[in-house]
Nanobody
Framework: QVQLVESGGGLVQPGGSLTLSCAAS????????MGWYRQAPGKQRELVAT???????NYADSVKGRFAISRDNTKNTVYLQMNSLKPEDTAVYYC????????????????WGQGTQVTVSS
C-alpha cells in the first residue's frame, strides 16, 4: 500500500520562505499527477498546485509567481517551494496523488498525506 508523508511545515514570518516535501513509500512503479492542497480553519480544502508525471504544472491564481511545485520521480517525492509567504497562506498543507501503482495494473486512487501545518505570522 502506498503512503504519502509530508514534511517541512512550520512557522515563518511574512515574506519568508518554506519548502514542503512529500515522499511516497511502499512498492511503487508509477505515480501519476501529484499535488498540494491546503485547508485553512473554517474553510474548504483548496488546490494549491499540481504536477503531472511528465512535469506539467498547474497553480492556483493566489500562489502563481510565489510558489513552485516540482517532483523527483526517482525518489517518488514532490516538493513545494513557497516564497513571499503571506498570512493568508496559513493552513494545513496536504499532499495528494491521483493514482499510484504498486504493480502494473494494480492502482490505488485518491491518496492523501496526513498534512503539515504552515503558519505565516510575525
Amino acid at each position: 500500500q502506498v503512503q504519502l508523508v509530508e514534511s517541512g511545515g512550520g512557522l515563518v514570518q511574512p515574506g519568508g520562505s518554506l519548502t514542503l516535501s512529500c515522499a511516497a513509500s511502499g512498492i511503487i512503479v508509477r505515480i501519476d499527477t501529484m499535488g498540494w492542497y491546503r485547508q485553512a480553519p473554517g474553510k474548504q480544502r483548496e488546490l494549491v498546485a499540481t504536477i503531472t508525471f511528465g512535469g506539467s504544472t498547474n497553480y492556483a491564481d493566489s500562489v502563481k509567481g510565489r510558489f513552485a511545485i516540482s517532483r523527483d520521480n526517482t525518489k517518488n517525492t514532490v516538493y513545494l517551494q513557497m516564497n513571499s509567504l503571506k498570512p493568508e497562506d496559513t493552513a494545513v498543507y496536504y499532499c495528494n496523488a491521483d493514482r499510484a501503482a504498486s504493480h502494473w495494473g494494480n492502482w490505488e486512487y485518491g491518496l492523501w498525506g496526513q498534512g503539515t501545518q504552515v503558519t505565516v505570522s510575525s
